[in-house]
């Protein structure tokens, strides 16, 4: 029984990653290039810029997937 009622769940949350998935690595990506150039250009730690950018970009990605679609 508890099979019958977690299967359509697990199945709309796997859909559900599969459609940001895209956009959330896409936004990661441009974001930590973002980030390590800026704390370059203001003589700041370079990985540390990465880490927000990334971690900005992939939730900026995700939110543009979910509302596009």
Do not use: E, H, Q
Not at 21 to 33: D, H, N
Not at 47 to 64: E, H, P, Q, S
């Amino acid at each position: 029984m508890k099979t019958r009622v977690l299967t359509p769940i697990v199945g709309l949350s796997m859909r559900a990653a599969a459609a940001s998935g895209c956009g959330t690595l896409t936004g990661g990506a441009v974001g930590a290039g973002a980030g390590a150039a800026t704390a370059a250009g203001l003589d700041k730690d370079v990985g540390k810029g990465a880490l927000i950018g990334a971690g900005i970009g992939a939730v900026a990605g995700t939110i543009y997937d979910i509302t596009r679609d």
